[in-house]
């Protein structure tokens, strides 16, 4: 059995998938802290978790016709600076069972606990790619940085991505090779002992147990970068994707989710008020400027309360937890339609059903949250 030396897990993840391993929180425990705690981080594993060996591990940062550099743990940590951003990591499948709900996708059945917040702590990929002779003037001969895991499947074929060169040599951008996770080093279903984070981006191209990083003129080779994670048009279905035709998901468009109450749960009538309770969260740095709650399917709005972690403009790249208070309307009809919708720093809002967005691979549902309460007299 490939996946043996699994790690043990926290028995309040919901489980998609054992082998390999896919969970994700229930989202009431996801709102309860701005930081998501290490064991209730949701996971997404492609392939069997590799063994960590701390003592024996180096980094390969291979810049071709410059140089190739070989870092241990200790050097990587005593030789370049040390940074810590707090970032979300959002799957770009979060949500895809509501989506199949619309319309069957192909896809694990993720509900919409499949974003989670930590604090990174490593260093800039940046620093690195300079230390191996990278500079601002390679751009148009190495456009893009590849990143290759320890986890491989049968064939040898090992878990990668890619990104922008842009992007990686972006001091502002704030890539991260990091090392620790939430202050601790970083666990065994989270990639052990390094990982790469792109904040903003889906979390496909944040890749963990990563060994390798090779500047080139090509994305990533990997099925990840090039036979998944690409969005289709809503009437391209099975048997007609053509994933040459599509590119790569980089940035996460704007996103918001009700957290609690539970949908199906219900509500009594002489509380006279309903707190709901969510997430938002938008791609490539945007912040989130406001979240609109709705208990009457969409008719009328209240404004949420937000709160964020007071990132700096254009670098917001963890989530903003919302709360609304709204009145229980008089004409309830015995139930309330929750709805809620976010608007991110460019305006950019969430489209208000799936008939737009809908695509055979069940990825980017960011369609608006609907929920349904119970009114009880
Ligand atoms: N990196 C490796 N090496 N193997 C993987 O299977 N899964 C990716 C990414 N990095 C993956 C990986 C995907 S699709 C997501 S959403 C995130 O890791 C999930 O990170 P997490 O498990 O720490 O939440
Ligand atoms: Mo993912």
Request: with cysteine.
């Amino acid at each position: 059995d490939p996946f043996a030396n699994d790690p043990y897990r926290h028995p309040a993840l919901r489980v998609n998938s054992e082998k390999p391993f896919n969970a994700e929180p229930p989202p009431s425990l996801l709102v309860d802290s701005f930081v998501t705690p290490n064991e209730l981080f949701f996971v997404r594993n492609h392939l069997p978790v590799p063994q960590c060996d701390m003592q024996n591990f180096k980094l390969r940062v291979e810049v071709p016709g410059k140089k190739t550099i070989n870092l241990s743990m200790d050097n990587l940590k005593k030789n370049f600076k040390e940074h810590t951003i707090m970032a979300t990591m959002q799957c770009a499948g979060n949500r895809r069972s509501q989506m199949s709900g619309y319309k069957t996708v192909k896809g694990l059945s993720w509900r919409y606990g499949a974003i989670s917040t930590a604090e990174w702590t490593g260093v800039k990929l940046r620093d690195l790619l300079l230390q191996a002779g990278l500079t601002e003037e390679d751009e148009a001969k190495f456009a893009h940085i590849q990143f290759e895991g320890l986890d491989k499947d049968a064939s040898g074929g090992h878990y990668g991505s890619s990104i922008p060169f842009s992007v990686a040599m972006n001091p502002f951008r704030d890539v991260l090779v990091a090392y620790k996770m939430n202050g601790t080093d970083i666990p065994a279903d989270h990639g052990c002992p390094l990982r790469v984070i792109i904040p903003g981006n889906i979390g496909a191209r944040s890749v963990k147990w990563l060994y390798k990083i090779v500047a080139s003129d090509q994305e990533s080779p990997s099925h990840w970068q090039q036979n998944d994670y690409k969005s289709f048009n809503p009437s391209v279905d099975f048997g007609q994707l053509d994933y040459k035709t599509a590119p790569a998901i980089q940035e996460y468009p704007v996103q918001s989710a009700i957290c609690t109450p539970r949908d199906g749960s219900k509500v009594d009538v002489d509380e006279e008020k309903v707190t709901i309770k969510g997430y938002a969260w938008s791609g490539g740095g945007r912040g989130i400027l406001r979240v609109d709650v709705s208990v009457d399917g969409g008719k009328e709005w209240h404004v949420a309360e937000l709160q964020d972690a007071g990132q700096k403009i254009s670098r917001v790249w963890a989530w903003t937890l919302w709360e609304a208070e709204i009145p229980i309307p008089k004409d309830h009809g015995g139930k309330l339609d929750i709805c809620c919708k976010a608007i991110d720093s460019s305006h950019n809002v969430q489209p208000d059903t799936m008939k737009g967005i809908w695509n055979v691979r069940g990825l980017l549902n960011t369609a608006w949250h609907r929920i349904h309460v119970g009114v009880v007299q």
